[in-house]
């Protein structure tokens, strides 16, 4: 009773304040630092590095000299060496290339200062860039037949299987990379829909309008048991898992925010990004205007653990970042702002608490999910692990929902500026 008073006093105070109240930076700085500050190379820290980047960037905080810069900064030096190289990178995990992100706004912002200084500090978040590029390009695995010839692998423990999970891992940071050093290569541009156009040719249901979680070019092997083996959706995932949906959204509308739109295949990326959105649309929660765990289903859905299915802050976050952000570039129409101001409404009810000391959490995030490996037969995608599962539990203030968070509310906040 006491979190839900604080949720419904906070979302009151929100409804005074209006555009005043920078959530992004209240959640910054209330748990910005737990997730960056000398942390390792992960794909979560870095999401969370990015966010506080992109809240430099919108708000030019004191030229970028502030507490928010200094815990990305601090982030990326701790798994780079001063010529450029990783201290630790670990191979095998297209996770691992997430991080790379916050090298962009590093190299750009470093570089600036040494033309002014006449110092070099920004040339090493270049080769690391660099690096993590030319790793992905030319070294990471990939599917090497069928109509998904050329794309990646989610982790080479899980051999020729996508997830959704992955598009924003990679192809997000691939574009980009492609953005900002080499926008002509058009090749480059169609290895990176290739991932996209791949993983919705196999994963989407057209009736429920939504992607499977994962989608597996070889089902009968070993670690893909929870792979159908029949048609239809032969090779896919069983169930609809809300953030793989979140990561897949947002990575459509950061690829194509740097994809030029004379490519050939843009149109059709757009067209997907649009189909995701009326697909989760339909399924965004009337009351709250958050989402489930698990899309396609509300809270009547109960577990064998006796869990029921719940809504979730980090999908609600990553979908309410995607709509805004959308909406802004012109990916998206505007038939859609409704959905996208009833969502941060629903963030801000629903899953924000205060605490004494005026800090503020997000609530109700799954931990973890996945599928697989064969030496791991409890991760079986089905409605129960989602719900169950020894390493789906629910946590409050998880990286994974306070990174999208934060890039939700500086969308909005642009939006009512």
Not at 107 to 125: C, F, I, P, Q, V
Not at 307 to 319: D, K
Request: charged share 25%; with cysteine; proline share 3%.
């Amino acid at each position: 009773m006491k979190t839900l008073f604080l949720s419904v006093c906070l979302f009151m105070a929100s409804l005074t304040a209006g555009a005043q109240t920078r959530y992004s930076q209240e959640m910054a700085d209330s748990q910005g630092k737990q997730w960056t500050h000398g942390k390792n190379w992960d794909y979560v820290n870095g999401l969370v590095a990015k966010s506080l980047l992109n809240l430099c960037e919108q708000y030019q905080y004191a030229d970028w000299t502030t507490r928010y810069y200094e815990w990305a900064k601090a982030y990326a030096d701790n798994a780079i060496n001063p010529d450029g190289t990783f201290k630790n990178f670990k191979k095998g995990n297209i996770d691992n290339i997430n991080s790379g992100k916050v090298l962009f706004a590093l190299y750009k912002h470093e570089k600036a200062l040494d033309e002014k200084n006449g110092t070099h500090n920004a040339d090493r978040y270049k080769k690391a860039a660099d690096y993590l590029h030319n790793y992905l390009v030319n070294e990471y695995s990939r599917i090497q037949n069928g109509d998904a010839k050329g794309c990646f692998f989610h982790k080479d423990i899980y051999p020729n299987q996508m997830w959704l999970d992955g598009l924003y891992m990679g192809a997000a940071f691939y574009a980009e990379w492609q953005g900002e050093f080499d926008p002509d290569n058009a090749g480059a541009w169609s290895d990176i829909a290739n991932q996209f156009k791949s993983v919705n040719r196999h994963t989407y249901d057209k009736d429920k309008q939504l992607n499977y979680h994962a989608w597996s070019y070889d089902p009968d092997d070993a670690n893909s048991f929870w792979a159908n083996k029949t048609e239809p959706f032969k090779g896919c995932s069983k169930e609809f898992w809300g953030r793989a949906m979140g990561w897949y959204f947002a990575a459509l509308v950061d690829v194509l925010e740097n994809m030029p739109q004379s490519h050939p295949d843009y149109a059709e990326l757009k067209q997907i990004t649009l189909q995701v959105a009326k697909g989760l649309e339909r399924w965004q929660d009337k009351e709250s205007g958050t989402w489930y765990q698990l899309l396609q289903y509300d809270d009547s859905y109960k577990s064998k653990c006796g869990i029921a299915n719940y809504l979730e802050s980090s999908a609600s976050s990553m979908f309410t970042y995607a709509y805004l952000k959308g909406i802004r570039l012109g990916i998206l129409p505007d038939s859609f702002a409704g959905v996208a101001e009833k969502a941060y409404q629903g963030l801000l009810k629903t899953f924000v608490t205060k605490n004494e000391d005026g800090t503020i959490n997000l609530n109700q995030s799954c931990r973890s999910a996945g599928l697989g490996p064969a030496k791991d037969p409890s991760r079986d995608g089905s409605a129960d692990y989602y719900l169950c599962g020894k390493d789906v539990t629910i946590v409050n203030n998880e990286g994974k929902a306070i990174g999208p968070f934060i890039m939700a509310s500086l969308e909005y906040e642009l939006k009512n500026k």
